[in-house]
């Protein structure tokens, strides 16, 4: 392992290694690329808030469907969190119960798609308590529902129209496994 490579997994950020080794940071990530080292960063520790929720609910994922192949391990900002099955695209969301307006006193989850409406095969979005502690439920959205949302919003109060892809979280691996 080269001293760049080193450097790098100890810290899991460009500038902190770069500024160790005493040279700018884009060299440091030319020099990464070239010797086939991944650029993940690492978004537990250097993350903002969002980041780090969507870190913890990426983890209780995995140990959910073990068999899940985290795409963000091998390059930054991959377009999807997960591969299962080694075809079914996989992407993570996390929200903790918030209001969603001032005018509103009523709680829900709001989750962003963006462009992973287009690229992923699932959505499994965390629906967590006010604190981001506990998992309140679990949705699984397939591809088709998905498909062009932006945003989605999910009353805590009642089922709504999105409660019928709630999950069990005992259910993941055995749903993933059965396709």
């Known amino acids: 392992m080269t001293i760049e490579a080193e450097s ?62 985290s795409k963000n391990d091998e390059q930054w900002q991959a377009k999807f969190d997960f591969l299962v099955g080694g075809r079914n695209r996989v992407d993570v969301k996390a ?14 989850w709001s989750f962003l798609f963006s462009k992973q409406s287009y690229e992923c095969d699932f959505f499994c979005c965390f629906c967590l308590t006010e604190d981001g502690e506990a998992v309140e439920k679990i949705l699984l959205i397939p591809h088709e529902i998905a498909q062009g949302l932006q945003t ?28």
């Open 8 to 69: 790098y997994a100890k810290h899991k950020n460009l500038k902190i290694a770069a500024t160790e080794l005493g040279i700018p940071w884009q060299t440091l990530y030319v020099k990464l690329r070239r010797q086939g080292v991944a650029v993940t960063g690492d978004k537990a520790r250097y993350g903002g808030q969002s980041d780090q929720l969507a870190v913890k609910a990426e983890a209780l994922f995995k140990f959910l469907v073990p068999n899940a192949v």
């Open 152 to 179: 989605m919003s999910v009353p805590c109060a009642s089922r709504g129209k999105w409660g019928d892809f709630e999950v069990a979280s005992g259910e993941l691996a055995d749903f993933f496994a059965s396709i």
């Open 95 to 108: 929200s903790k119960r918030n209001k969603q307006s001032k005018r509103s006193k009523a709680l829900r």
